[in-house]
């Protein structure tokens, strides 16, 4: 598999340089990012790095979306105002503005 190609005028750039693994192998592309691409092991970096997961966040960046887990404390996406937070009694939800 490969790597969903990087446009230069990406909105964040962060996907195509780096990944944070917590101390018990959760992988998020982020702090700001709250969902988990992978888990290593069983997974090794590189399934979980050119994975589906992976890229279809790649995906959602160069399309725009920002709809894998891209939330507003992010300073990227609040600073292009494309999602709104709301709490219920489900929990927190984003939504595109």
Known sequence: MSVVEKPDDAACH???LRMMIS???TVHVCCYNVRPLGHV?????EEVWEGDEFN?????IVDQT???GCTDSCPIVSS?????????SSGL????R
């Open 14 to 16: 962060i996907p195509w």
């Open 23 to 25: 101390t018990g192998g």
């Open 41 to 45: 092991p069983p997974q090794t970096f």
């Open 56 to 60: 279809a966040l790649r995906k959602s």
């Open 66 to 68: 920002f709809d894998r």
């Open 80 to 88: 292009r105002g494309i999602l709104k937070s709301s709490i219920s």
């Open 93 to 96: 939800h984003y939504e595109r």
